[in-house]
């Protein structure tokens, strides 16, 4: 399958710093990017999905000015999280869907990068 | 929005076993994925699989999309297959809650 990559695997920062997470389409365009955050022994809950070029749509009560994300082109999407606080420490998963070699138009098929554990110290 | 039911919550099964996770949806869907979320958190695809059925090796789903279910198969289990099995549906991909699997050697 096509392959999606996150980046980093894990952070370790102190309260009130920001902190940025990429995640990048490989092998294919990526028309819609999602963010999802996954607390041990939980499901994944989607916090927002983002289309190139456009401004990331939020889920109920999640924070954009808190989540800033930022989906420039078809292979990138970041999170930041601002002022980041303990109760931010989670993991933090990206996917995304779109089209290419491996990825036939029109799918809705999405593919995930292999996450990023935050912890806020 | 969309809820996604998956059963059961819990599963453990001795090595060699059969199994089967069933994953409801409330409303018509046309994506619906089946993962593998490995110890490490990484999340491998499956299946996509929004009607039909499809096999890959000892893994088989099926879903039936005017009954808003689909099924996941597991035969044979070995103990690598110890993990948390989540569906996702809707363009949105909502995950369920994920059925824990522990096989026994």
């Known amino acids: 399958g096509a392959v999606v990559s996150q980046h980093p695997s894990w952070v370790i920062c102190k309260s009130g710093t920001s902190v940025k997470i990429e995640c990048r389409s490989l092998d294919f365009q990526a028309t819609t990017m999602f963010w999802y955050r996954q607390f041990p022994k939980q499901s994944l809950m989607l916090m927002a999905t983002?289309?190139?070029?456009?401004?990331?749509?939020?889920e109920q009560g999640v924070e954009k000015d808190k989540f800033l994300i930022n989906h420039a082109s078809l292979t990138l999407s970041t999170l930041t999280v601002t002022s980041a606080h303990p109760e931010d420490s989670s993991f933090y998963i990206c996917s995304a869907m779109g089209q290419g070699k491996k990825v036939f138009r029109g799918s809705t098929e999405a593919f995930f990068g292999q996450g990023t554990r935050l912890t806020v110290v | 929005g969309i809820q996604v039911e998956q059963s059961p919550p819990d599963l453990i099964l001795q090595e060699g076993a059969n199994s089967t996770l069933r994953c409801n949806f409330s409303d018509s869907v046309n994506n619906l994925q089946w993962f593998h979320q490995n110890p490490w958190g990484q999340l491998i695809n499956l299946f996509y699989i929004p009607s039909g059925t499809k096999q890959n090796g000892r893994l088989s789903a099926t879903t039936v999309a005017t009954e808003r279910y689909s099924l996941l198969y597991i035969s044979s289990s070995q103990t690598t297959d110890s993990g948390v099995y989540f569906c996702a549906v809707d363009d949105k991909i909502i995950f369920g809650k994920g059925t824990r699997l522990h096989i026994l050697p």
């Open positions: 983002s289309n190139e070029g456009s401004k990331a749509t939020y």
